[in-house]
């Protein structure tokens, strides 16, 4: 039989191991998911911080070299962290964003358009997206490396946080580029994901990926590998925004979905959305995925819920998409 002290100690150590868990947790890891006691031993211990009102577009967008004196490339720190994203690591690493790879949602907006000229909007509306979902809605911060311990809970199986193939991209831009990354390789190697998907992941699900610029090797090894701007880098004479990703989409359209019995079971559903049912992407962002891993937020965290779903929907205001309000207005 268990003696009542061995039970008392075992438990006594739990609760000690949960609390440092807690005491621990970084200000800027998601809270996505987490239990309504997790979440209420964690919030209190967190710096709370008034999410910042977006910045708008640049007062001067032209063209821009970006490698300049004030926006050094620099190696990493022992606790820089970077993620599966070249291009916000690679702000990261000149500068533009914070170098340890922690940042409120307003730099990134700001370092995207000084860095790639990318169009307010889209700026804004990807920045908010991702910040709701991976970003730490109650101190206002986001790492941009990919769920790991320190950041955070790690997303339910099979979902995962993987960075760039290097050979298959080098495999892609030589049979489809003529050496270099385009649009035509993004088209190819989104393809290629989708068929590796339907044939391996049993519950796939089709997810897009914005096209790039053609880009020599030599430079778009620089980018994905060193986290590094070629020195002769400028930006775009103008904003850019999603122009190509239709022709991304097109090349081998498909419905999105996902395999529904296993492996090679691939079915469309008609409740999901791509970028041609816009108004339906935004709804089920708000009510499947924010809902999902925010079921009953309370205090501040559903206030910057709040604010932050605001801001996205400020960045569509003229789609003709309606607002959503989950959690009600302040």
């Known amino acids: 039989?268990?003696?009542?002290?061995?039970?008392?100690?075992?438990?006594?150590?739990?609760?000690?191991?949960?609390?440092?868990?807690?005491?621990a947790f970084p200000r800027y890891a998601s809270l996505g998911g987490l239990t309504e006691r997790e979440l209420a031993e964690i919030v209190p211990r967190l710096p709370s911080s008034?999410?910042?009102?977006?910045?708008?577009?640049?007062?001067?967008?032209?063209?821009?070299?970006?490698?300049?004196?004030a926006h050094p490339w620099k190696p990493l720190g022992r606790d820089d962290i970077r993620g599966p994203c070249p291009g916000l690591n690679t702000l990261a690493s000149h500068g533009?964003?914070?170098?340890?790879?922690?940042?409120?949602?307003?730099?990134?907006?700001?370092?995207?358009?000084?860095?790639?000229?990318?169009?307010?909007n889209l700026a804004r509306f990807v920045t908010y997206a991702a910040h709701i979902v991976d970003g730490n809605l109650v101190t206002d911060l986001v790492s941009i490396g990919g769920k790991t311990r320190?950041?955070?809970?790690?997303?339910?199986?099979p979902a995962i946080v993987g960075g760039l193939n290097t050979h298959a991209f080098i495999d892609y831009s030589n049979?489809?580029?003529?050496?270099?990354?385009?649009?035509?390789v993004a088209q190819e190697l989104r393809w290629q994901r989708i068929q590796e998907s339907i044939a391996t992941n049993p519950t796939f699900?089709?997810?897009?990926?914005?096209?790039?610029?053609?880009?020599?090797m030599a430079n778009a090894t620089l980018f994905f590998k060193d986290s590094k701007f070629p020195v002769d880098?400028?930006?775009?004479?103008?904003?850019s925004g999603a122009d190509g990703i239709a022709e991304v989409f097109s090349a081998h359209p498909i419905a999105p979905g996902k395999n529904m019995n296993?492996?090679?079971?691939?079915?469309?559903?008609?409740?999901s959305a791509d970028f041609s049912t816009f108004c339906l992407l935004y709804t089920n962002f708000v009510t499947r995925t924010v809902g999902g891993l925010y079921p009953n937020p309370k205090g501040v965290l559903k206030r910057n819920l709040i604010i932050n779903l605001g801001y996205l929907y400020d960045a569509i205001d003229t789609s003709g998409c309606t607002e959503l309000f989950p959690y009600g207005q302040l």
């Open 233 to 239: 880098f400028w930006r775009p004479a103008a904003p």
């Open 150 to 157: 320190e950041t955070g809970p790690d997303p339910g199986a």
């Open 262 to 271: 296993g492996i090679n079971s691939y079915t469309p559903d008609p409740t």
């Open 50 to 69: 008034d999410p910042a009102t977006p910045p708008g577009p640049l007062k001067h967008n032209g063209t821009k070299l970006v490698y300049d004196r």
């Open 1 to 23: 039989m268990t003696s009542r002290p061995f039970v008392v100690l075992v438990a006594f150590l739990s609760a000690i191991a949960h609390l440092s868990t807690t005491l």
């Open 175 to 184: 049979r489809f580029g003529g050496g270099f990354y385009n649009l035509t």
């Open 96 to 120: 533009y964003l914070p170098r340890d790879g922690v940042a409120t949602p307003a730099q990134i907006i700001t370092a995207v358009q000084e860095g790639f000229n990318m169009q307010n």
């Open 205 to 216: 699900f089709v997810d897009g990926r914005n096209p790039v610029r053609a880009l020599s």
